[in-house]
């Protein structure tokens, strides 16, 4: 069974502070998302990596998929009280239309 | 577009009653995911349709959860009989095939039906 795990589970942090958010699998996927989901709403795309070492920006988030396809990262910079979601990533398998979501990251952020 | 459509937004029953959940995919769409989350579980899909037909069904915890698409623009999940283990959220996503990136595409979810089995 393939896993995704995210760490950390919970972050709180001060508006204005760096993060990075971590998502590890022992599986190569073919493609890997971040969604960011809010109370009450169903997750939203952030962005999808297909390539091994890619790195894509969206304003002040950073996304980066591990070169062995196993991995991926979430950098936020300068995060922002509008930040506030549980990040979850999600990977599948070549061949395959079925993404296995990760555990989840729950970021707070005070402003 | 009005995007995915979910109803009932919350449903509360009781053990061994029957309960179906209704999704509405956005218009153009040709895959349908249903998803359950919880917060010991998180989000796992149970069964996704293409083009109306079921491709993967083996996310579906037992026989008590049945999933249709009798057309394009209209899916169900039943559970029956419910069970107290059965209280999550429920969500519904569509998509449509993207050409060029294999498996990558954009799932579009719904605001998700609360269930809650008591």
């Known amino acids: 069974t393939q896993l995704l795990e995210q760490s950390p589970q919970f972050l709180s942090i001060q508006e204005g502070e760096n993060l990075t958010v971590y998502c590890n699998s022992s599986?190569?996927?073919?493609?890997l998302q971040w969604y960011r989901q809010e109370p009450g709403e169903g997750p939203v795309l952030l962005v999808t990596?297909?390539?091994?070492?890619e790195v894509k920006k969206l304003k002040r988030l950073t996304f980066q998929f591990g070169d062995a396809r196993k991995d991926s990262s979430l950098h936020i910079t300068a995060a922002q009280p509008g930040d506030t979601g549980l990040y979850l990533c999600a990977g599948a398998a070549s061949g395959t239309y079925k993404y296995i979501f990760g555990t989840g990251t729950r970021l707070k952020v005070l402003a | 577009d009005a995007g995915v459509i979910q109803s009932p937004r919350h449903e509360v029953t009781e053990m061994g009653q029957e309960v179906t959940l209704r999704c509405k995919p956005i218009s153009g769409h040709d895959y349908l995911f249903w998803y359950r989350q919880t917060m010991m579980r998180g989000l796992e899909l149970l069964i996704y349709f293409n083009n109306n037909v079921p491709i993967d069904d083996s996310g579906m915890p037992e026989d008590r959860f049945s999933a249709k698409m009798p057309n394009a623009s209209f899916s169900t999940l039943k559970i029956q009989p419910s069970e107290p283990r059965d209280s999550a959220v429920y969500f519904c996503?569509?998509?449509?095939?993207?050409?060029?990136?294999?498996?990558?595409?954009?799932?579009?979810f719904g605001p998700g039906t609360r269930l809650t089995v008591t």
């Open positions: 990596v297909v390539t091994g070492g």
């Open positions: 996503a569509s998509s449509f095939e993207e050409t060029g990136e294999w498996g990558s595409y954009e799932q579009y």
């Open positions: 599986s190569v996927f073919s493609s």
